[in-house]
């Protein structure tokens, strides 16, 4: 009985020394650090508070100017006008009418000088080839209507019928006039008459052109000659 007790202590014993030597062994238990909460605005006492530099900018090469050269414009020379030329010198004379244009109403005339007496003895002999003994004897015998036509500038003058004064040897509706006496006659007249039978203003009576000393035209006149 004494023997079953001591045996029982003795595993006792070795049962509490293992689990002694079981703690012994066991590693320790880390306690948990508790960190103190930072507030989001303010930094740590005891952490230094750092205010960052602003980055230095790396340096850069000056730039250089650049210089644009404006190109030096070229002058041309500036050309001199050609005179206009000037149309014909216009004076008071006799003239045929050449042609007619309704649209435009402008009339082209053939100047022509009436030549009697020496003039006309002197033409005949220059330029009709008389001889001066032909010649007179021809302007001697002239009745008072006659004459040398002379028209050796075969250049035409133009008239605007519309800026300027008309007599015809017709009427509006083309009958001739009575006492061989022109009448005034309009621009849309002579237009009429000249549409109605073109031969009434060029081939029946020529006409004097009246010319200001300014050499503006002042009338066109058909010319009654027996």
Known sequence: MIHTKRNILSILAVALAMLLLAACAAPAIPQ???APTLSATE?????PTVT???????????PVATVSLTPTPTVSPTPTASPTPKGPTMYSSYADLISFDPETGVAKFDYFDMLRG??????????????????EAMVQDFADSEYVK???NPQLRAIDIDDVSLKLMYK????????????????AQFRSIYLLNTSLLLETYFY??????????SLVEQVYWP
């Open 118 to 135: 020496n003039d006309a003895v002197n033409f005949l002999v220059d330029h009709e080839g008389y001889t001066q003994a032909a010649a």
């Open 150 to 152: 002379k028209n050796t």
């Open 208 to 217: 004097y052109i009246h010319v200001e000393s300014d050499g503006s035209v």
């Open 52 to 62: 960052p530099e602003p980055p230095t900018p790396a340096p850069t090469d000056t």
């Open 172 to 187: 509006p509706n083309g009958d001739p006039v009575a006492d061989s006496i022109s009448v005034s006659v309009t621009p």
């Open 32 to 34: 948990t650090t508790i």
């Open 43 to 47: 930094p740590p006492a005891d952490t």
